[in-house]
């Protein structure tokens, strides 16, 4: 889990170098961990990203096996038994790499709104950021 966190981590980083940031800057780093703990849009949500760490906590071998156990009848009949038994730790590898790639892509579409409104505010000037920010909201709710 260690070398998925970098991934992620340098995917944020290099977010932050296409948008004009040092991505090596402690401020650049620092965003990237307040990206990777913020959690997700929902009201419920505690701020705490742990849908992430639950994921993958809860893809160890006994899931995988269960997982295999239910479709190892069929699995197994399409392939043959020893084929089978070896495609079994490729299946618990393509699992996991499922979701680091769902969960890389969606750090680096948060990373993507913080560091282009961060550029546009070093740009134009956060009032100008902001009263357009608003204006879009409204224009959007139908509150012009």
């Not at 977010?15 to 965003?31: C, H, M, T, W, Y």
């Not at 705490?48 to 156990?69: C, E």
């Not at 550029?119 to 409204?138: C, K, N, P, T, Y």
């Amino acid at each position: 889990m260690p070398a998925t966190v970098m991934v992620m981590f340098s995917a944020m980083q290099k977010v932050a170098a296409d948008n004009g940031f040092d991505p090596q800057s402690e401020e650049v780093r620092l965003i990237c961990i307040d990206i990777f703990g913020s959690g997700g849009p929902s009201k419920t949500d505690d701020g705490v990203n742990s849908t992430f760490l639950g994921s993958r906590l809860a893809l160890n071998g006994t899931t995988v096996q269960a997982l295999i156990s239910r479709i190892a009848p069929a699995f197994t009949a399409m392939l043959g038994k020893q084929l089978a038994s070896k495609a079994v730790p490729l299946m618990g590898a393509v699992a996991g790499a499922s979701v680091n790639f769902a969960f890389t892509r969606y750090y680096e579409e948060i990373a993507q709104v913080r560091f282009g409104v961060k550029r546009l505010v070093q740009d134009h000037g956060e009032d100008r950021i902001h009263h357009a920010f608003r204006a879009a909201m409204a224009k959007r709710l139908g509150e012009e």
